[in-house]
């Protein structure tokens, strides 16, 4: 049988950091627009090892800017009913970083804003397994 890994151990893999664009995006706008926009809005290198994602003004389409060793990978899916819901976020707030699991939400169609997420423990960095420290949301 084969194992499946965790969403704890997927969220903590060395995979590409997730970063969401809080403001509605064109969904005219391509690779370089998108691009253009990771620079001024998110503030990161869309050519680094991470995935930018976008919504829409209704909230129905998202794109996901990737690069992929040499040249951009645009991922873009569109609702044929209902709309993305993304997480509550304090006013201001232009982009946010997400963990894997919350972009599967978010894909799957799970409203983020009714959920909550329990403490959990997390061993703190340098620390031994004895010496643990409550991670609180």
Known sequence: ???????????HS????IW???????????FDRLAERV??????DPSGNSLFVFRSRR?????????????????YKRLEAGVFKLPRLDAGTRSVE?????LATILDGID????????????AAGTNKNNLQRVSA
């Not at 909230?59 to 991922?75: E, N, P, Q, T």
């Open 1 to 11: 049988m084969i194992g499946l890994p965790s969403m704890h151990a997927l969220d």
């Open 39 to 44: 620079k001024s809005v998110i503030g990161q």
């Open 98 to 102: 997400l963990r894997a699991s919350e």
């Open 112 to 123: 983020m804003s009714n959920l909550k997420r329990v403490p959990r423990y997390e061993r």
């Open 14 to 17: 060395q995979g590409p950091r």
């Open 59 to 75: 909230g129905d389409r998202l794109k996901i800017l990737a690069w992929d060793r040499d040249g951009f990978v645009l991922w």
């Open 20 to 30: 969401l664009a809080i403001e509605a995006t064109d969904m005219r706008c391509g």
